[in-house]
């Protein structure tokens, strides 16, 4: 038991560092995960899919501590015989949940509008409610609204006027609102990015640049700090594997006479406020759309990438790509319709390289006259809530007005009727690793862990889930065969496995866990020390009885969102 433990000292000083292995000339991210130095990295522009060096750098003992292990990709396979599918969430049939009703969000010009982009939505443990950050109208100002539930929202009266207008000096287009639980500094509390549009209605100003500002109650914002250059619709996360703030950067054209269009930029910082004054050539080029983006066939034109948001969950970034397919903003204005916007899914170990194997629409426009959500659907800041059993998906959409036809953008219907809706999904349910009659198995490459709880995602209530430890030769190991495990036989996302032996003897040293499935799902494994199935993982944008942005909860969690969730979904 001493060797263990010191193994596991070692391997935890190890995982927890952001720093430089000389040796290999790897950065150590805090999830475990490895890429080459220097950081952050060049980036060659093209059209090709971007590259994974995580994938190829992966440490031959792969630490686990940090939250539920998914199979988004085969960062964790060595073997399989499972069949891997994709999932998507589903569009409430109550959508959308905010739409402008006020004179605020009425607007000044006749383009009402309720719509997150990206602004935020997060579950606020200590007041126990929702809170969005949105822009009310369209081109106006950003707007402050709570939830009980998630689903019914309040305005509450923030100024004279008697309305729930925020930071109303500053003309809204893009934005970011992001409740930071890492600070200690009480009036740092919330974060925000806000973005006025390149130009102003009824202005001769044009914007080049941003804001960043804080709060220590979402409502009140000071402290600003005039931003670099960058496009109007750009966006900031916190990506705390490296601990760093990233500002998502927007830049349009062709550079190096690679036409890409639309595509981002890269730039992180340490403080969220000293970082925020950046220079031109401290925006690396990111990333844009590729060629395995499809063109939307009834216009034919080029794939491109309009926004990039992102949010640590468990021990991964999720990104919720923005992809535009058209038609231009000329042919907009000249019809009324909003543009083609879709949000497609990516995954990332370290918060730079993005994984986008999955290239169908995750929420999308839904391209026909009479929705609301019609088009330009973007991502919300925080990109999602964890709601029990459930992930929530706050996004928005426009209805457009092909009625309106003007040839100032402030009037013109392609901008008409902002909203926001939701989409929910299964926890974990991103990617799942099915099997049918036939038994499938799937064998993780060496993995260490300090806990001694084991839990797993799963769906297999009409069939049968086993796990077995094997040592890193692939040795069965004494009291945790197939025959020493219970077999699972459940639909849960959070379902314990239990063997003849206790797990916390072979804490610290590698193993390997082989999961034989039959007729079923599973979706996310992780080994904890709480025996209440906490994950020490990080909670993209929170939710009910989470306490801050890591699960610390597990299974309390989870009674305290039961009255949450939604039945049907």
């Known amino acids: 038991m001493k060797i263990n433990l010191l193994?596991?000292?070692?391997?935890?000083?190890?995982?927890?560092?952001?720093?430089?292995?000389?040796?290999?000339?790897?950065?150590?991210?805090?999830?475990?995960?490895?890429?080459?130095?220097?950081?952050?990295?060049?980036?060659?522009?093209?059209?090709?899919?971007?590259?994974?060096?995580?994938?190829?750098?992966?440490?031959?003992?792969?630490?686990?501590?940090?939250?539920?292990?998914?199979?988004?990709?085969?960062?964790?396979?060595?073997?399989?015989?499972?069949?891997?599918?994709?999932?998507?969430?589903?569009k409430v049939d109550f959508n959308p949940i905010l739409k402008a009703e006020t004179p605020l969000e009425i607007g000044a010009y006749g383009t009402p509008?309720?719509?997150?982009?990206?602004?935020?939505?997060?579950?606020?443990?200590?007041?126990?409610?929702?809170?969005?950050?949105?822009?009310?109208?369209?081109?106006?100002?950003?707007?402050?609204?709570?939830?009980?539930?998630?689903?019914?929202?309040?305005?509450?009266?923030?100024?004279?006027?008697?309305?729930?207008?925020?930071?109303?000096?500053?003309?809204?287009?893009?934005?970011?609102?992001?409740?930071?639980?890492?600070?200690?500094?009480?009036?740092?509390?919330?974060?925000?990015?806000?973005?006025?549009?390149?130009?102003?209605?009824?202005?001769?100003?044009?914007?080049?640049?941003?804001?960043?500002?804080?709060?220590?109650?979402?409502?009140?914002?000071?402290?600003?700090?005039?931003?670099g250059p960058c496009g109007d619709r750009s966006t900031v996360f916190?990506?705390?594997?490296?601990?760093?703030?990233?500002?998502?950067?927007?830049?349009?054209?062709?550079?190096?006479?690679?036409?890409?269009g639309r595509h981002r930029r890269y730039h992180e910082c340490e403080d969220f406020m000293k970082g925020a004054s950046w220079k031109k050539e401290d925006m690396l080029f990111w990333l844009g759309a590729d060629s395995l983006d499809t063109p939307e066939p009834s216009i034919g034109d080029k794939a491109q990438l309009y926004n990039l948001s992102a949010v640590a969950y468990e021990g991964i970034m999720i990104a919720l790509p923005q992809i535009h397919r058209g038609p231009s903003n000329k042919i907009c204005q000249h019809t009324g319709i909003p543009k083609i916007t879709d949000l497609t899914i990516a995954y990332s170990r370290d918060g730079f390289h993005w994984d986008r194997r999955d290239r169908g629409i995750f929420i999308g426009s839904e391209r026909t006259e009479g929705n609301w959500d019609r088009g330009y659907v973007q991502s919300v800041g925080g990109i999602c809530n964890i709601v029990g059993d459930q992930l929530w998906f706050h996004y928005i959409g426009f209805s457009g007005n092909s009625g309106l036809i003007d040839s100032a953008y402030e009037y013109n219907g392609m901008h008409y009727g902002g909203a926001t809706g939701m989409a929910?999904?299964?926890?974990?349910?991103?990617?799942?690793?099915?099997?049918?009659?036939?038994?499938?198995?799937?064998?993780?490459?060496?993995?260490?862990?300090?806990?001694?709880?084991?839990?797993?995602?799963?769906?297999?209530?009409?069939?049968?889930?086993?796990?077995?430890?094997?040592?890193?030769?692939?040795?069965?190991?004494?009291?945790?065969?197939?025959?020493?495990?219970?077999?699972?036989?459940?639909?849960?996302?959070?379902?314990?496995?239990?063997?003849?032996?206790?797990?916390?003897?072979?804490?610290?040293?590698?193993?390997?866990?082989r999961f034989t499935l039959e007729n079923g799902a599973l979706y996310a494994f992780w080994v904890t020390s709480d025996k209440n199935g906490a994950s020490h993982g990080y909670m993209a944008a929170g939710g009910p009885g989470i306490a801050r942005d890591k699960d610390e909860e597990g299974l309390k969690a989870y009674k305290t969102a039961k009255k949450y969730q939604l039945k049907k979904y």
């Open 113 to 227: 509008g309720a719509s997150a982009k990206d602004g935020g939505v997060w579950w606020d443990s200590r007041d126990g409610v929702f809170k969005m950050w949105y822009e009310a109208g369209w081109l106006q100002t950003m707007a402050y609204a709570v939830s009980k539930d998630g689903i019914h929202w309040e305005r509450p009266s923030l100024n004279e006027n008697g309305n729930n207008a925020i930071v109303e000096d500053i003309v809204a287009d893009s934005s970011t609102a992001w409740l930071d639980w890492s600070t200690d500094d009480e009036s740092q509390r919330y974060k925000m990015f806000l973005r006025s549009p390149n130009t102003v209605p009824h202005s001769k100003i044009r914007y080049k640049t941003g804001w960043c500002m804080t709060s220590p109650d979402g409502i009140h914002w000071d402290n600003r700090v005039e931003t």
């Open 424 to 513: 929910v999904m299964r926890r974990d349910g991103f990617v799942s690793m099915e099997a049918g009659k036939t038994a499938g198995t799937l064998v993780t490459r060496p993995v260490v862990f300090s806990g001694s709880y084991m839990f797993v995602n799963v769906d297999c209530p009409k069939g049968s889930l086993k796990v077995e430890v094997l040592d890193k030769d692939g040795n069965v190991l004494k009291g945790f065969t197939c025959k020493d495990c219970k077999v699972i036989k459940e639909d849960s996302t959070i379902a314990k496995v239990k063997f003849k032996e206790n797990l916390a003897q072979l804490a610290g040293q590698p193993v390997r866990f």
């Open 7 to 90: 193994l596991l000292s070692t391997f935890l000083i190890a995982s927890m560092t952001w720093a430089t292995a000389q040796s290999d000339s790897l950065m150590v991210l805090t999830n475990g995960a490895r890429v080459p130095a220097p950081w952050p990295p060049k980036v060659e522009m093209n059209y090709a899919p971007m590259p994974l060096p995580y994938m190829e750098c992966r440490p031959e003992v792969i630490p686990i501590d940090c939250g539920r292990q998914l199979f988004v990709d085969d960062y964790l396979i060595e073997e399989n015989t499972l069949e891997r599918v994709a999932h998507t969430p589903k």
């Open 238 to 260: 916190y990506n705390p594997f490296i601990g760093k703030w990233v500002y998502s950067l927007r830049n349009s054209g062709n550079v190096d006479k690679v036409k890409i």
